[in-house]
């Protein structure tokens, strides 16, 4: 059993901090443990040098969160820990989860591929803890395999999807030639996809499968031209959840047009260009301690510590129901610099948030638009809707 | 018949009280002067990097602007508007207020969880006053007893005594409280809550919110109900709410904790001030990059001024010597 197990201990920050403020610390303390557990994926052959491999994704993120937990813990007498637990991939996942739950961890952040995160929530169902999936984007976890006691942070791909086509909608390029790469992810994206064409009255005139297998670094201004020819189309979608092909279809392409879905503009949770609603300040925090930017798991994992925070503050309780109770109330609200409250969609549990269309250097925009229109809120115009989804909890 | 004209002009001269607006323009990197009677955009000075908190010396002789790229608030010369020192603000520094005392100015270093209170003659830092996550809004009671910060992660009011310059209390508000505002009588703190909606009316007596308003208008989806800039009218009745996104002033009776009226201003409402002779409310809206002058007698919106990109924090001076900020408001109730 080859695991790193490492403890992220905060007592001495606290401590330092809560001497200044001893006054102030209420008699009546609460201890939250948590716990954040990573399978290791294994790194897909990079396409490009550009990007570092990350070893600390989504973790950097809970670790922060739980900062800001204890800098309003000091105010309030609750102190959060996090342990943070890594599991080499396809390795005793399960066992771990439950070696946490025999030593009491209650709150378990998971950064799993979705085949685990279902055995985990099983366990998590019949153990009575509260699960938060901050990496699957698998729509099956929202619908026929969702469960009980597990929240899902991360956006759905459905969810991103919808975001592309709103925006696409909007502007009305609404003529897709579809590009998707062989892989189970790419399948999962294109499902996504075809869904959202459907549902915003877009159009797919080309749909073709990238399955060339040599460097694309030598051959994609003589393969890509020659790839894309056939009817006219307003926007080339990309489904390349990898990256192997994606980023040298753009400037590649037979006719002039641009590119989106996983490369060019790209549907994402958090994206280093966002800077409204006071996001520089998050952007900032991140940067100072991870010396790297968020990502779409860092962000999801700082939510997922961020809203047991939040219930736990405003419950004055570390019991699982009561958390989990006020986390699906209407008085809970996240602030996520996404410019509107975050809640839980009570139906699957999701978490409710703005999507940000993206290009490397430029947040294009903010979806929903206002004007997609929603009896409820108009951010239930993105991924699986109560009629909708087949998940009943 | 021109000798009427110029003896009309003279009495409304002699009557109305002129005031200048000064606008921070956070995507300019400049200053807009406005006259706040015609609305005309006098001229733009150019600033440090993102300006945004704004206010008068108390002898209204310099202008304090936060230039949060900068990490900087810079002092200009309140006639020449030129740049002639900066004080230590710390990182990233946003909103700031200045004690009655005319000495402390008390400002929010977001980046740092740090509220840092600057000696205005010495212009050094006296000290460092560690609160919740992304401290933001500052409100100072018209006594000068409690100095108040709101924190937007950590969703609470500290308490910072001045005496010991130390946190003496924290009151839990609803999700990224922004700005906070005293009563002109110093009974209560109210506090605006970007995220839920909403305004807590808090009892400075015993630090407990006796009283919450959510905001709804027909039409306007309750997300987009984001309560930031707060200003008390003089008369203790009144208090003034930007609604950010929705592009709406609520007129909240303080009493009753209820809306009197939304009215429509420009988009992203932001921070608010008063003219000096209380006959106007100026708004700055971030998104439509303009101002919205309000008639707070008849509560009715009467003009818009475009002034540049962002337009952020606003001071106003009175031209005939006093004035009146958004930061650092401070008038005496009216006699009944």
Same mark, same amino acid.
């Given at each position: 059993?080859?695991?790193?197990?490492?403890?992220?201990? !905060?007592?001495?920050?606290?401590?330092?901090?809560?001497?200044?403020?001893?006054?102030?610390?209420?008699?009546?303390?609460?201890?939250?443990?948590?716990?954040?557990?990573?399978?290791?994926?294994?790194?897909?052959?990079?396409?490009?040098?550009?990007?570092?491999?990350?070893?600390?994704?989504?973790?950097?993120?809970?670790?922060?969160?739980?900062?800001?937990?204890?800098?309003?813990?000091?105010?309030?007498?609750?102190?959060?820990?996090?342990?943070?637990?890594?599991?080499? !991939?396809?390795?005793?996942?399960?066992?771990?989860?439950?070696?946490?739950?025999?030593?009491?961890?209650?709150?378990?952040?998971?950064?799993?591929?979705?085949?685990?995160?279902?055995?985990?929530?099983?366990?998590?169902?019949?153990?009575?803890?509260?699960?938060?999936?901050?990496?699957?984007?698998?729509?099956?976890?929202?619908?026929?395999?969702?469960?009980?006691?597990?929240?899902?942070?991360?956006?759905?791909?459905?969810?991103?999807?919808?975001?592309?086509?709103?925006?696409?909608?909007?502007?009305? =390029?609404?003529?897709?030639?579809?590009?998707?790469?062989?892989?189970?992810?790419?399948?999962?994206?294109?499902?996504?996809?075809?869904?959202?064409?459907?549902? !915003?009255?877009?159009?797919?005139?080309?749909?073709?499968?990238?399955?060339?297998?040599?460097?694309?670094?030598?051959?994609?201004?003589?393969?890509?031209?020659?790839?894309?020819?056939?009817?006219?189309?307003?926007?080339?979608?990309?489904?390349?959840?990898?990256?192997?092909?994606?980023?040298?279809?753009?400037?590649?392409?037979?006719?002039?047009?641009?590119?989106?879905?996983?490369?060019?503009?790209?549907?994402?949770?958090?994206?280093?260009?966002?800077?409204?609603?006071?996001?520089?300040?998050?952007?900032?925090?991140?940067?100072?301690?991870?010396?790297? =930017?968020?990502?779409?798991?860092?962000?999801?994992?700082?939510?997922?510590?961020?809203?047991?925070?939040?219930?736990?503050?405003?419950?004055?309780?570390?019991?699982?129901?009561?958390?989990?109770?006020?986390?699906?109330?209407?008085? !809970?609200?996240?602030?996520?610099?996404?410019?509107?409250?975050?809640?839980?969609?009570?139906?699957?549990?999701?978490?409710?948030?703005?999507?940000?269309?993206?290009?490397?250097?430029?947040?294009?925009?903010?979806?929903?638009?206002?004007?997609?229109?929603?009896?409820?809120?108009?951010?239930?115009?993105?991924?699986?809707?109560?009629?909708?989804?087949?998940?009943?909890? | 018949?021109?000798?009427?004209?110029?003896?009309?002009?003279?009495?409304?001269?002699?009557?109305?009280?002129?005031?200048?607006?000064?606008?921070?323009?956070?995507?300019?990197?400049?200053?807009?002067?406005?006259?706040?009677?015609?609305?005309?955009?006098?001229?733009?000075?150019?600033?440090?990097?993102?300006?945004?908190?704004?206010?008068?010396?108390?002898?209204?002789?310099?202008?304090?602007?936060?230039?949060?790229?900068?990490?900087?608030?810079?002092?200009?010369?309140?006639?020449?508007?030129?740049?002639?020192?900066?004080?230590?603000?710390?990182?990233?520094?946003?909103?700031?207020?200045?004690?009655?005392?005319?000495? =402390?100015?008390?400002?929010?270093?977001?980046?740092?969880?740090?509220?840092?209170?600057?000696?205005?003659?010495?212009?050094?830092?006296?000290?460092?006053?560690?609160?919740?996550?992304?401290?933001?809004?500052?409100?100072?009671?018209?006594?000068?007893?409690?100095?108040?910060?709101?924190?937007?992660?950590?969703?609470?009011?500290?308490?910072?005594?001045?005496?010991?310059?130390?946190?003496?209390?924290?009151?839990?508000?609803?999700?990224?409280?922004?700005?906070?505002?005293?009563?002109?009588?110093?009974?209560?703190?109210?506090?605006?809550?970007?995220?839920?909606?909403?305004?807590?009316?808090?009892?400075?007596?015993?630090?407990?919110?006796?009283?919450?308003?959510?905001?709804?208008?027909?039409?306007?989806?309750?997300?987009?109900?984001?309560?930031?800039?707060?200003?008390?009218?003089?008369?203790?009745?009144?208090?003034?709410?930007?609604?950010?996104?929705?592009?709406?002033?609520?007129?909240?009776?303080?009493?009753?904790?209820?809306?009197?009226?939304?009215?429509?201003?420009?988009?992203?409402?932001?921070?608010?001030?008063?003219?000096?002779?209380?006959?106007?409310?100026?708004?700055?809206?971030?998104?439509?990059?303009?101002?919205?002058?309000?008639?707070?007698?008849?509560?009715?919106?009467?003009?818009?001024?475009?002034?540049?990109?962002?337009?952020?924090?606003?001071?106003?001076?009175?031209?005939?010597?006093?004035?009146?900020?958004?930061?650092?408001?401070?008038?005496?109730?009216?006699?009944?």
């Amino acid at each position: 059993m080859r695991h790193v197990s490492l403890i992220l201990r !905060f007592i001495s920050y606290l401590a330092c901090l809560m001497a200044c403020f001893s006054s102030l610390v209420y008699a009546d303390s609460l201890a939250v443990d948590m716990a954040f557990l990573t399978e290791k994926m294994p790194h897909p052959p990079a396409l490009s040098n550009l990007d570092p491999v990350l070893s600390d994704a989504g973790v950097q993120g809970a670790i922060l969160a739980t900062k800001d937990n204890n800098t309003t813990g000091m105010f309030t007498g609750h102190h959060y820990e996090l342990k943070r637990v890594d599991v080499p !991939f396809g390795e005793g996942v399960v066992s771990e989860f439950e070696r946490l739950v025999a030593d009491g961890y209650q709150y378990v952040v998971a950064d799993v591929q979705t085949a685990s995160l279902k055995k985990l929530s099983a366990i998590a169902k019949a153990n009575n803890i509260l699960l938060f999936n901050v990496s699957s984007t698998d729509g099956e976890l929202r619908n026929e395999s969702c469960s009980l006691n597990t929240f899902h942070i991360i956006p759905s791909d459905e969810m991103k999807a919808d975001a592309l086509a709103q925006l696409m909608l909007k502007k009305r =390029w609404k003529k897709w030639f579809l590009v998707k790469g062989a892989d189970q992810e790419d399948r999962r994206f294109t499902k996504a996809i075809k869904r959202s064409a459907a549902r !915003f009255g877009m159009k797919l005139v080309e749909e073709k499968t990238w399955n060339f297998d040599h460097d694309a670094r030598r051959t994609a201004q003589a393969e890509i031209p020659v790839f894309t020819q056939g009817a006219d189309y307003d926007v080339l979608l990309v489904a390349d959840v990898k990256g192997l092909f994606g980023e040298y279809l753009t400037m590649n392409t037979w006719r002039p047009r641009p590119v989106i879905g996983t490369q060019g503009l790209v549907p994402r949770a958090w994206h280093r260009t966002h800077e409204r609603w006071g996001a520089v300040q998050m952007q900032n925090r991140f940067y100072k301690q991870a010396g790297r =930017w968020m990502n779409d798991i860092d962000y999801s994992s700082w939510l997922a510590v961020r809203a047991i925070g939040e219930a736990v503050t405003r419950t004055n309780s570390v019991k699982v129901e009561e958390v989990k109770k006020f986390m699906l109330s209407d008085q !809970f609200s996240l602030a996520g610099f996404k410019g509107v409250k975050l809640t839980f969609r009570q139906w699957n549990q999701q978490l409710r948030q703005p999507i940000l269309l993206a290009m490397p250097r430029a947040t294009v925009s903010v979806l929903p638009h206002k004007e997609f229109l929603h009896p409820r809120t108009y951010l239930d115009t993105l991924g699986y809707d109560e009629p909708e989804s087949t998940c009943r909890l | 018949m021109n000798k009427y004209v110029v003896i009309l002009l003279m009495f409304f001269s002699t009557l109305s009280v002129a005031d200048t607006l000064y606008i921070t323009l956070e995507k300019d990197n400049a200053l807009a002067v406005v006259d706040g009677e015609t609305g005309k955009l006098l001229k733009t000075v150019p600033l440090g990097q993102r300006p945004r908190g704004i206010a008068f010396s108390k002898d209204q002789t310099h202008l304090y602007v936060a230039a949060s790229d900068d990490d900087t608030i810079q002092i200009l010369d309140a006639t020449t508007l030129k740049v002639v020192g900066h004080l230590p603000s710390g990182d990233d520094p946003e909103l700031f207020k200045i004690h009655p005392n005319g000495l =402390w100015l008390y400002v929010s270093n977001e980046d740092d969880n740090k509220v840092t209170v600057i000696d205005l003659q010495k212009k050094i830092a006296i000290a460092e006053i560690a609160v919740g996550v992304e401290p933001e809004g500052i409100a100072i009671a018209q006594d000068g007893q409690w100095v108040v910060n709101t924190s937007e992660t950590t969703n609470m009011v500290h308490w910072i005594d001045p005496q010991d310059q130390l946190v003496k209390d924290n009151t839990l508000v609803d999700p990224r409280p922004r700005a906070a505002e005293f009563s002109v009588d110093g009974q209560w703190l109210f506090v605006s809550s970007e995220i839920a909606g909403s305004l807590s009316r808090i009892d400075v007596s015993n630090k407990q919110v006796s009283a919450k308003l959510h905001f709804k208008i027909a039409g306007v989806d309750d997300e987009l109900i984001q309560p930031v800039g707060v200003l008390a009218h003089p008369n203790n009745e009144l208090l003034f709410v930007a609604l950010g996104p929705a592009n709406r002033v609520a007129v909240v009776d303080i009493k009753t904790m209820t809306v009197k009226k939304y009215l429509l201003v420009g988009q992203r409402v932001w921070n608010l001030a008063f003219s000096p002779d209380m006959k106007r409310l100026y708004t700055t809206n971030g998104v439509s990059n303009d101002i919205s002058i309000i008639d707070v007698d008849k509560l009715k919106v009467t003009k818009s001024v475009r002034v540049g990109h962002y337009p952020w924090g606003i001071a106003v001076k009175d031209e005939s010597g006093e004035s009146s900020s958004a930061s650092s408001l401070r008038l005496e109730p009216s006699k009944p």
